[in-house]
């Protein structure tokens, strides 16, 4: 019984730090977001659908585990052989593949540049290997086949924004410049590196 409650005692604080994580996240974003739209975007519904993609890229660092100003450290662990874990580990590499869906379909559904599919893949390529060579400041593996995986969920991504596109009619229309996606890649790496993991640790000392 005492190793039961410690159990469940265990699954009650992970969750309520996953809690901690995600209202701090979503509270200092909200906030970046709105002093963006006031001093750049200036159309409240074009910054609720960058805001959106903010929230799937915060997710990401998250999911990752890419570093913060709390946890940064240099940890060379790399597996350059492609496919063969893969086979060992389907289970995570099909989760690889869907978690970059929404950059596939967020990049060309928000900005005409990236209707192109060259453009897209592109920035889908150079965002899975940023992720990999940031976790070389952290204890996660730097895997090839992360890169791969997460690749081939951009190409997904993008082929169901070409079936949506098509199923629309084509009456898909961006008023967004394409400088936007940079700032707010910029504004998420700021927020989930330096504010958001100190605003969690002050809240975990609290619970």
Known sequence: MGAENLGIRLMGYAMANM???AVTSLILLVLAFALLN???FRNTRRALRYALFGFYLAAVYSIVGLPTV???TFDATLNLIPFIPMKEDLRNSVLNVILFVPLGFFLPYLWNRYRRMGETLL???CATLAIELGQLLTYRVTDI???L???AGCIAG???FRIYFLFK???IHTTGKSADLWIILGTVFTVMFFPQPIAASFLYKLT
Do not use: A, S
Request: aromatic letters at 16%; charged letters at 15%.
């Open 169 to 171: 009619g084509g009456r």
């Open 123 to 125: 920035v889908g390529f």
């Open 158 to 160: 993008y082929l169901l």
């Open 145 to 147: 086949n992360d890169i």
């Open 149 to 151: 995986t997460n690749f």
């Open 38 to 40: 006031i001093l750049r």
């Open 19 to 21: 809690l901690i994580e």
């Open 70 to 72: 709390q946890f940064l």
